[in-house]
């Protein structure tokens, strides 16, 4: 074996050891944020892989609400501009309406004075019989 080959055989088990001692630390970051969440790992603590995956699925969770949320906001803002736009495009028929209606009314009341004026001068003209 030279020494080349030997270094490697060493380096690989430290190069392992260095990715772990940086993947814990984040899978632990992964496990409070989630438990924070409402998440709780079930991994155990030795799991790094097991425990990144899980913090992978709560975060892909937490941004498909976020973006469900973003959208929803987005829907009923546009859903309120259209509103207003049909709002506005049907106000001068609305107007109309309440011209109309308002004229009805004033018929209505009219034509109720005109039959007791004409009731109050029957009676007028036939002395109360």
């Known amino acids: 074996m030279t020494i080349r080959n030997c270094l490697l055989a060493f380096a690989m088990p430290i190069t392992v050891l260095a990715g772990l001692s940086i993947a814990m630390p984040v899978a632990r970051a992964a496990d409070d944020a989630c438990a924070q969440s409402g998440t709780q790992s079930k991994a155990p603590g030795w799991d790094v892989a097991g425990r ?3 913090r992978e699925d ?8 976020y973006r469900d949320g973003v959208t929803k906001g987005v829907q009923q803002r ?6 207003t736009v049909n709002a506005v495009r049907n106000m001068p028929q609305t107007q109309m309406d ?11 009341s009219l034509n109720a004075l005109g039959q007791k004026t004409r009731t109050n001068a029957a009676s007028v003209l036939t002395g109360g019989l």
């Open 98 to 108: 309440r011209v109309r209606a308002a004229g009805t009314t004033e018929q209505n």
């Open 58 to 65: 709560c975060l892909a969770g937490r941004g498909q609400a």
């Open 52 to 54: 990144l995956a899980q």
């Open 78 to 83: 546009v859903q309120s501009g259209r509103n």
